[in-house]
């Protein structure tokens, strides 16, 4: 979808409401095409380079620090397959927040159902950067990183919304609100493409670790020397581990990129489950916008516009009122709350 197409969203100028979805579908595909596009460019760069390693890391142990880049390059694209996932679900829920919306009876409406259709793309999109994002952090646990970025934080679901189990408190994942003996089958693309690079990513490290292996099996002689020295009271310490510097850094640094490595692949794990049967999905990306659409228009008639979005003056103090229906939202996030409750129409159309 290009810059033209996007800023006509939700303005009337497309012929149809098909117009408008054919649009959010292409740009949809689009993403989810190019990380497939990445993956497989990923792993033929991956299956070529794992090559190199196998058949020259006998003679050549350093030859295993190909796996460093290697892993960096597995988790980047894996990084982009959120992204771009995310990206997909929150158009695709657009549509079906679009579709939604004709099966609510008019006067259950606080504003008027044209408006609400008719909402311009790019408008939504800001309205959803405060909201979406404010729900998300009522939802989930994120620890910020200060230190190393590259490491992350893992979103968890906080502890109150894993016990409290009424619908009204776990609208965002599907698999809790369908009937026991049904089931809910979210697809599993994403998930045997990850569990692919996944599978670089441990075939990597565990050469990484073979090259470490190596280095020491290099220095044993010197490692059974400095022992019987030990033994005699003869050990010189200093010259000891100055004779295994190599294989003490080597060690070192394979062993916490490893650990750095693996606690990114779980919190990217973590965002794909999001995306499964989370706040990412494609269901609660369309209740999500029905709740951004709400608090967008609500903003704007606290500053003086009517249930038509006319009549104001100026939009000064957009982003504070948008803020506080953020904030008014998320109470009704919390446990013992509802957001059906919070969606009922304050002042009617």
Request: hydrophobic share 45%; aromatic share 10%; with cysteine.
């Amino acid at each position: 979808m290009d810059d033209t197409q996007r800023a006509n969203v939700g303005t009337g100028s497309y012929e149809d409401e098909w117009d408008l979805i054919k649009v959010l579908r292409e740009e949809a595909a689009e993403m989810k095409e190019c990380f497939t596009r990445y993956s497989f460019q990923t792993i033929s760069i991956s299956v070529a380079a794992l090559g190199v390693i196998l058949s020259t890391q006998l003679t050549k142990p350093t030859v295993g620090w190909i796996s460093v880049p290697l892993v960096l390059l597995v988790l980047a694209v894996m990084r982009i397959g959120i992204y771009k996932f995310t990206g997909a679900h929150r158009l695709y829920g657009f549509q079906l927040h679009l579709a939604r919306l004709k099966h609510i009876k008019d006067d259950a409406l606080e504003f008027r159902r044209e408006l609400m259709l008719g909402i311009n793309w790019e408008e939504a999109m800001r309205a959803w950067r405060v909201v979406q994002s404010t729900i998300f952090r009522t939802l989930y646990s994120v620890q910020p990183t200060k230190t190393i970025r590259f490491i992350g934080s893992t979103p968890t679901l906080k502890p109150e919304y894993k016990q409290d189990q009424s619908e009204s408190n776990t609208w965002f994942r599907v698999s809790s609100l369908i009937d026991n003996d049904a089931s809910f089958y979210a697809g599993s693309y994403m998930r045997t493409m990850f569990s692919i690079l996944i599978s670089i990513i441990g075939v990597s490290l565990l050469l990484l670790f073979v090259m470490v292996g190596q280095e020491i099996a290099n220095v044993w002689p010197t490692i059974e020397t400095a022992y019987q020295s030990f033994g005699a009271g003869k050990l010189d310490l200093t010259s000891f581990l100055w004779d295994l510097k190599y294989p003490i850094f080597t060690a070192l640094v394979a062993a916490g990129f490893a650990v750095a490595s693996i606690r990114r692949v779980l919190q990217i794990t973590a965002r794909r489950h999001m995306l499964e049967d989370g706040v990412h999905s494609i269901h609660s990306c369309a209740i999500a916008w029905q709740l951004v659409t709400i608090a967008h228009f609500r903003a704007l008639r606290d500053l003086g516009a009517d249930n038509a979005g006319n009549g104001m003056s100026s939009l000064s103090g957009y982003s504070r009122a948008l803020s506080e229906q953020a904030v008014d939202l998320a109470t009704f996030l919390h446990p013992k709350s509802s957001i059906y409750t919070w969606l009922e129409p304050k002042n009617p159309a």
